[in-house]
């Protein structure tokens, strides 16, 4: 079992950058490959971006590269999303999740554990 935690959301202007976070308890953190999803009202949950488990290695959903950065700490269990350049659309609830597996990694199918999620608001 893995025990997954959000932080850090709230309401940021459109422009401004916030980031969130992601307390992880549990089975061994460092083993897991992680991801953040996002999900807006009426919409379907969409990737953000993925980490493998040593940080080597990261992907980023279109709409979001180059202007989220996704991070970890396995020294402290956290993993992490930095957002800048906001804009309006990026507004949803944000989660992070774990995963052993090794590929897919930026299908929701492929993650077995998830956290409540984080309230995002960019307002334009």
């Known amino acids: 079992q893995v025990q997954l935690v959000e932080s850090g959301g709230g309401l940021v202007q459109a422009g401004g950058s916030l980031r969130v976070s992601c307390a992880a308890s549990?089975?061994?953190?460092?083993?897991?490959?992680m991801g953040w999803f996002r999900q807006a009202p009426g919409k379907e949950r969409e990737f953000v971006a993925a980490?493998?488990?040593?940080?080597?290695?990261?992907y980023y959903g279109t709409s979001v590269k180059g202007r989220f950065t996704i991070s970890r700490d396995n020294a402290k269990n956290t993993l992490y999303l930095q957002m800048n350049s906001l804009k309006s659309e990026d507004t949803a609830v944000y989660y992070c999740?774990?995963?052993?597996?090794?590929?897919?990694?930026?299908?929701?199918?492929?993650?077995?554990?998830w956290g409540q999620g984080t309230q995002v608001t960019v307002s334009s």
């Open positions: 999740a774990a995963t052993h597996q090794a590929s897919e990694l930026g299908y929701a199918r492929s993650y077995d554990y």
């Open positions: 549990g089975r061994t953190f460092s083993r897991e490959n």
């Open positions: 980490i493998t488990w040593s940080g080597g290695w990261t």
